[in-house]
């Protein structure tokens, strides 16, 4: 079968970072066959995540009930895939790719590791690729864009998975809005739950916030929430802004469809994430990220989870102590802020400390 008629498949169920990670292996299956088209299930979280070079996108939740899954499979086999990636551990997804049809399907299994269940995965693939189990258990792991390419690589991607933002970005989809001309050449703070890690608190972060922004005079700052973060974003915007720490305005943007976040993203100077989905779609973009990692495991969880393409340094958050005053790591974060805005490629995870 030449590419011209090839309809390849992606399969992943889970949220936003974790979808932005498979664009370096789409990207690659899309350099080794330049005429397929491109399919994808999708969770109800990431639906929207991808441009127009995934010509259909289905959507599934794991969460529901067994017939919604058979309306489901039923279109996805009659869409007509030939090969399927299943870039996802649940086993939905694994049961999909098979309802698919696809005469080729690639995904993980973990051989001795969960047996049973390493069983049932290799039945449902022709491609199987070996993961362990135990991930935690590396202190060296593999990127997880790496891991997620060698599914791809099974399919016939070339050897090494596409680092150039020009190539990877095309794959997102991007909206203008008013949001976006807001964000334009800011530094945007990713305010999220997970910012409260490690004994950090909303006054911690109000003074690190504080810090940063008094270090960064010529920049405007604002506050990136989803769902999860809006109360709290809103919420520490106004300790700052009551506290009188901060000389300007600090603007909350949230309540945004996925594209609309997609280009608020796009257009940002810098973000500064703790960790999130976020992190890994700017880099897509080609954009400057501070991605941030509690200090525990922060060698290993840096290495595995920091930004693939892009301009990028990781920081060590301390735990937020009385020796550590959190207006230390403000002043940190506006060295590195500064350093991602200079010219030139930076690409490194920054010592703890």
């Not at 973060?229 to 720490?245: F, K, N, P, V, Y």
């Not at 703790?274 to 991605?291: E, I, K, Q, S, Y």
């Amino acid at each position: 079968m030449n590419d011209k008629s090839l309809a390849i498949l992606l399969v992943r169920l889970d949220g936003i970072g974790d979808a932005a990670l498979c664009v370096p292996s789409l990207e690659g299956l899309r350099q080794a066959y330049p005429r397929a088209t491109f399919g994808a299930v999708c969770s109800t979280a990431n639906a929207k995540l991808f441009s127009d070079l995934i010509s259909r996108v289905h959507v599934h939740d794991v969460r529901v009930r067994d017939s919604a899954f058979e309306n489901v499979a039923r279109e996805i086999a009659a869409a007509g895939y030939d090969m399927a990636l299943v870039a996802t551990e649940e086993p939905a997804g694994y049961a999909l790719a098979r309802a698919a049809g696809a005469r080729r399907r690639a995904g993980f299994w973990h051989r001795w590791h969960k047996p049973f269940k390493s069983l049932w995965q290799r039945r449902q693939l022709t491609d199987p690729v070996y993961r362990p189990a135990a991930r935690e258990t590396s202190h060296a792991p593999e990127h997880e864009v790496e891991a997620i390419y060698r599914l791809a690589r099974a399919l016939g991607a070339r050897a090494e998975p596409p680092t150039d933002p020009a190539v990877l970005r095309p794959w997102l989809r991007r909206e203008d809005s008013a949001a976006r001309q807001t964000a334009a050449d800011a530094v945007g703070f990713q305010i999220t739950p997970k910012l409260l890690a490690s004994g950090w608190s909303m006054s911690a972060w109000a003074d690190a916030i504080a810090e940063a922004a008094r270090a960064l005079p010529d920049r405007r700052v604002l506050f990136l929430a989803g769902p999860d973060g809006e109360t709290l974003a809103h919420s520490l915007r106004q300790r700052l802004h009551g506290d009188l720490r901060v000389g300007r305005d600090i603007p909350v943007l949230s309540s945004l469809s996925l594209p609309a976040w997609l280009g608020v993203v796009d257009a940002l100077a810098v973000l500064v994430t703790p960790d999130t989905g976020a992190a890994h779609v700017a880099g897509m973009l080609g954009g400057r990220v501070l991605d941030i990692f509690d200090e525990p495991n922060y060698e290993k969880l840096s290495r595995q989870w920091h930004p693939w393409a892009g301009r990028w340094l990781c920081r060590a958050k301390p735990a937020c102590t009385m020796t550590t005053p959190a207006s230390d790591f403000g002043r940190r974060l506006a060295e590195d802020v500064l350093c991602l805005l200079q010219p030139g490629p930076v690409t490194a995870a920054q010592p703890p400390g």
